[in-house]
C-alpha cells in the first residue's frame, strides 16, 4: 500500500538495499570518529540494592510512617472531594485515552472511584468530623447514582463499580457508627450480589472485557483472575454483613481462579490467556500484583494449598520483583513495561498484599513483609499527600489514594501490637530483606 501511495504522487522509489549500504556506511564512520574524540569511561556494574529490597524501618518507625502517610492522605481526599461529595473526573490531560466503547464506561470509573475513596474515609470517619461529612456526601452521591450498566455488549468496566460498591456497603453495614446508613447500604448489597451473579461469565468469573461475543452474560473468554479474586472477596464480605449472595456464585468462581492458577504461583491473566503459561505477563514477574487478591480469594474460600504460607509467599515475591512493578508505574500506555505489568494494577495489588499477610497470621517473615509494605507505600507517597499509578481520565489520582489508604488501614493492626507491648525491633538491626 505503501508504494502505490508513493507512486500516486510522483515519488521515485529507492531500493531498500541503497538504504542498508548508506546506513551500514554512517555507522562505520560514526563508530570511528566516535573511538577518536570520546574520553574513556571504565566500565562498571552497578551494585545499588533495588528500593523494595534495602532494609526497612522497625515496628515503631513503619508504624509512624504508617500513621504520617495516612494522615497525609486524608488530608488530600478532603481537599479534593467534588461539590456533589464524588470523586475523580471524567476530564484527561493527554490526548489518548483508554478505550470507552462509550461516555457510559465515565459512570463506571466514575463510581468505582468515589466507591473506593469513601471506603477509606469509613475508617477515619470514626473520630473525625471532616472525614464523616464527606463520607457522608459520598455515600449520598453513590445512593443516586443508581445501578450502574454496562457501557456496551462487550465493555463494561461496571465490573470495578459492583466490586467496591460492595466493598464499600459491607464496611458501612459493619461499622456502628454509621447505623443511620445501614438500611440504605443493605439494600445495595442485596441489589449488587444479584448483579455479581447476572454479570458473571459463563466460566465462572469476571472481566471488563468480551469482546466479539455480545450475550446477556459474559462468555467468558475474557474473563480476568484478578477481576475475579476481587469480587469474591467483596462477595464474601457481603456475606458476612447478611447479604445473600446467590447459590452457585462462588463455587463457580472458585473453579475459574482454580484453573487459571500456575505452578509457579502466579495465574494467567485471564481465561484467554490461561494456555500461555510461558507468556512474560504470566510469569511471576509480570503477575507479582495481581496474583495477590487470587491468593487472598482462594485462601478464603478454603482451597487447599492457599493457606498462610503460601500467602506470605506470594507477597514476598511481590517484594522480591517490585522493581517491575515499579517502573509500570505512573507510564502512561498499559502494559508498555517489562513483562507487560501496567500501573493501574499498582496499588491495587498492594491493597491485596496487605490483605494477604492479614489473613496470613502473625510471624517473623508476615511481620517484616508488613513493614515493608507500610514503608513501601510511604515511598509512593506524593508530596501533596495523593497516591498516583495510572493517567485515567481525572480518576487516577482518587482511586490510588482509597487503594493506598485501605493498604495502610489493613496494615496498622499488624504493626501496632508489637509497638504497644513494647515489642519493637531494635531499629540497629535493620532488615536483611528476602532471600533470593
Not at 445501578?147 to 460492595?166: D, K, Q
Not at 502473625?362 to 513501601?376: M, V, Y
Request: proline share 5%; glycine share 10%.
Amino acid at each position: 500500500m505503501l508504494d502505490r501511495e508513493s507512486r500516486a504522487r510522483g515519488v521515485r522509489r529507492v531500493p531498500a538495499c541503497a538504504f542498508r549500504r548508506a546506513a551500514a556506511l554512517g555507522l562505520a564512520l560514526a563508530a570511528v570518529v566516535g573511538a577518536a574524540c570520546a574520553p574513556v569511561v571504565p566500565r562498571t556494574t552497578s551494585t545499588e540494592t533495588p528500593p523494595a529490597l534495602r532494609p526497612v524501618p522497625d515496628a515503631a518507625g513503619a508504624l509512624t510512617d504508617l500513621r504520617e502517610a495516612h494522615a497525609r492522605g486524608l488530608a488530600w481526599l478532603l481537599a479534593n472531594q467534588r461539590p456533589d461529595g464524588s470523586f475523580g473526573s471524567f476530564e484527561s490531560p493527554r490526548a489518548r485515552e483508554v478505550f470507552l466503547d462509550t461516555q457510559a464506561s465515565h459512570r463506571a470509573f466514575h463510581t468505582a472511584t468515589s466507591a473506593l475513596a469513601c471506603w477509606a474515609l469509613v475508617q477515619p470517619s470514626r473520630g473525625d468530623a471532616r472525614a464523616r461529612a464527606a463520607l457522608d456526601r459520598g455515600l449520598a452521591w453513590l445512593l443516586a447514582q443508581g445501578e450502574v450498566g454496562r457501557a456496551s455488549g462487550n465493555t463494561f468496566y461496571s465490573v470495578w463499580a459492583h466490586t467496591y460498591l460492595l466493598e464499600l456497603g459491607s464496611a458501612v453495614v459493619g461499622d456502628a457508627s454509621l447505623a443511620m446508613h445501614h438500611d440504605a447500604w443493605r439494600a445495595v448489597l442485596a441489589r449488587e450480589a444479584q448483579v455479581a451473579r447476572r454479570e458473571q461469565s459463563a466460566d465462572g468469573g469476571w472481566a471488563y472485557y468480551d469482546f466479539n461475543h455480545v450475550g446477556q452474560s459474559p462468555s467468558g473468554h475474557e474473563s480476568t483472575s484478578f477481576n475475579t479474586a476481587a469480587m469474591v472477596e467483596a462477595l464474601l464480605n457481603a456475606r458476612a454483613q447478611g447479604a445473600e449472595v446467590p447459590e452457585g456464585t462462588l463455587p463457580d468462581a472458585a473453579r475459574c481462579i482454580e484453573r487459571l492458577r500456575i505452578p509457579n504461583g502466579a495465574y494467567a491473566y485471564g481465561t484467554y490467556a490461561e494456555l500461555s503459561v510461558g507468556a512474560d505477563y504470566n510469569r511471576i514477574s509480570g503477575a507479582s500484583c495481581r496474583l495477590q487478591a487470587c491468593n487472598v480469594a482462594l485462601a478464603r474460600l478454603g482451597i487447599a494449598g492457599a493457606d498462610g504460607a503460601a500467602l506470605v509467599a506470594g507477597v514476598s515475591l511481590l517484594r522480591e520483583r517490585h522493581h517491575y512493578v515499579e517502573i509500570a508505574r505512573g507510564r502512561v500506555m498499559p502494559h508498555e513495561a517489562y513483562y507487560r505489568n501496567s500501573g493501574y494494577y499498582y496499588f491495587f495489588g498492594h491493597y491485596y498484599a496487605a490483605r494477604a499477610l492479614a489473613l496470613a497470621g502473625p510471624g517473623e517473615a508476615r511481620d517484616g513483609l508488613a513493614r515493608w509494605l507500610a514503608s513501601q507505600m510511604r515511598l509512593d507517597q506524593n508530596p501533596d499527600g495523593s497516591w498516583f499509578d495510572y493517567p485515567l481520565y481525572g480518576y487516577g489520582f482518587a482511586y490510588a489514594t482509597g487503594y493506598a489508604m485501605r493498604t495502610l488501614q489493613v496494615l496498622e493492626p499488624l504493626l501496632a501490637p508489637a509497638v504497644e507491648a513494647g515489642g519493637a525491633e531494635d531499629p540497629s538491626k535493620g532488615d536483611p530483606g528476602p532471600r533470593r
